[in-house]
């Protein structure tokens, strides 16, 4: 059977909507807030996608493009480089050595696994950026951070859910 | 045939059951190189940070004009309610700011007539470039903003960013068509002040609170609170007298300094062009950026570089 352009472009846009989702979050990050003090505690969007894709769609989610999406997510912060793509390739590395535990698994136990994932993951990245800047950094504004990232993760996931349906038709 | 088969599929099963944990560990093993390289080599990243924001900058300008209409709509309504009082106040100052005008005319007057008896320098020209605040990316740990103006518009490193309250901070990465200016805020931001009437020289620098700290003042400086800080134009990149904000408190060794600049309604930026004539000029061009990035920070005010502060966040 041979597909003709447009379905295969179709296939290749379903394949890529993980990517391209995990990618638009970290720009709309970086999108100005009318109150700037707030985006220091934004909730780390992508990390919630690095998360979701990983648990439910893992094969259209490979480690190298985590790797890249990471690497953009530092390049566009400016902040150390390396930090967000070693961050959110444990967590995916995590999710997948512990995939047996969300076969099946209600909502609530996932977004409590969320929480004790991305605890983690925020607690490596504070670690590396205090080893890179070679300083003690505040753990205060990162601690905030994932409490809203925990907080907004239910609204998040179930978007991804409808986008997920409304591409894998 | 079958035997040869039977011999890579033994010697390939486990590579290939073993090849998500090595490209795992590759790719942090790789994440890891990079940090180090953004620690010694920062020319390199710097270019793919450019590349990035460059490639960035068209959405989030496009992104950002609604979320900006939507921030002015909730402001202007916050402003009908309390017009009466607002046109009460701005009356009185009005009232005052005449005043100031009459004598601001007269100082200059007399400024321009002493410069003219001591045959001083002229002040360098100042060329203006205001652009738009699109990004806001910083998260936790970088106090940072991206502009849509760059190398297009004549931006370069280390210029100036205001409002039109006072200091913003410097460019800090200049791409095509958008840059990055690092707030004073930044834990990585230090610039040259003076402070108070009697022109203390100090350095402020940022620690990613909203109020950064005045370091390296002298033992004999007396500051107060309320006291105003300005940029000092040492360096050469920034020009002298921008006005950067009030020192709010004084305690045990430790001066905080509140800017200026409403943080929360900064949608525009003008960024100073100060043609500094002859040698600072051609300076610029042997300079690498990153001795650039010094000079326009700390070079000229003999401080013991602090760890990792000569690097680009």
Redesign the interface.
Same mark, same amino acid.
Do not use: C, K, T, Y
């Given at each position: 059977m041979k597909l003709t352009f447009w379905q295969r472009l179709d296939v290749v846009v379903r394949a890529l909507f993980p990517c391209l989702i995990t990618l638009m979050l970290v720009v709309a990050s970086a999108l100005p807030l009318p109150a700037p003090s707030l985006s220091h505690i934004m909730p780390m969007l992508p990390l919630i996608a690095v998360f979701y894709w990983a648990v439910y769609k893992p094969d259209l989610f490979p480690l190298w493009a985590v790797f890249l999406i990471g690497l953009v997510q530092d390049l566009l912060s400016g902040g150390p480089i390396g930090v967000s793509a070693i961050a959110f390739l444990s967590l995916q590395a995590a999710v997948n050595a512990q995939r047996r535990r969300f076969v099946s698994a209600s909502f609530a136990k996932i977004w409590l696994l969320f929480s004790i994932f991305s605890a983690a993951a925020f607690a490596l990245m504070w670690l590396l950026i205090s080893f890179s800047m070679m300083l003690f950094v505040d753990p205060m504004p990162l601690l905030f951070q994932f409490l809203l990232t925990v907080a907004v993760y239910p609204c998040f996931a179930w978007l991804m859910v409808r986008g997920q349906r409304a591409f894998e038709r | 045939m079958s035997k040869l088969a039977g011999s890579v599929s033994r010697v390939a099963t486990p590579i290939k059951a073993w090849w998500?944990r090595i490209?795992?560990i590759f790719?942090?093993s $790789?994440?890891?190189?990079?940090?180090l390289?953004?620690?010694s080599d920062a020319l390199l990243?710097e270019r793919?940070?450019v590349a990035?924001?460059d490639g960035?900058a068209p959405?989030?300008d496009l992104? $950002?004009r609604p979320?900006d209409t939507? /921030?002015d709509a909730?402001a202007s309504a916050q402003e009908m309610a309390d017009l009466r009082a607002e046109n009460q106040r701005l009356r009185s100052q009005n009232e005052r700011l005449l005043h100031w005008e009459a004598a601001a005319h007269r100082l200059d007057a007399e400024n321009e007539a002493l410069r003219r008896l001591t045959k001083m320098a002229p002040d360098p020209r100042m060329r203006y470039v205001s652009a738009r605040? $699109?990004?806001?990316? /910083?998260?936790?740990?970088?106090?940072?903003?991206?502009i849509n103006a760059g190398d297009r518009e004549g931006i370069t490193r280390g210029q100036a960013a205001v409002t039109g309250e006072g200091l913003v901070g410097r460019i800090?990465?200049v791409g095509q068509r958008s840059a990055?200016v690092?707030l004073l805020t930044d834990?990585n931001s230090r610039i040259p002040v003076v402070v108070g009437g009697r022109r203390y020289r100090a350095v402020l620098g940022g620690d990613?609170t909203?109020q950064p700290a005045l370091l390296y003042l002298g033992p004999t400086a007396e500051v107060l609170p309320g006291d105003r800080v300005a940029t000092s134009g040492h360096g050469g990149v920034f020009p002298v007298g921008v006005p950067v904000g009030l020192v709010s408190q004084v305690a045990d060794g430790t001066i905080k300094v509140r800017p200026f600049v409403d943080?929360?309604?900064?949608e525009f930026l003008r960024v100073l062009d100060y043609e500094l004539p002859g040698i600072l000029r051609s300076l610029d061009k042997t300079l690498t950026g990153q001795a650039l990035a010094q000079s326009s920070g700390t070079a000229d005010v003999s401080t013991p570089p602090r /760890?990792?502060e000569s690097?680009e966040?």
């Open positions: - | 998500p490209a795992f790719l942090i $790789v994440a890891f190189a990079l940090m390289l953004g620690r990243i793919a940070r990035v924001m960035v959405f989030l992104l $950002v979320v939507v /921030g909730i605040v $699109v990004g806001d990316p /910083g998260g936790a740990f970088v106090r940072s903003v991206l800090a990465e990055r690092l834990m990613n909203a943080w929360d309604h900064m /760890g990792g690097q966040p």
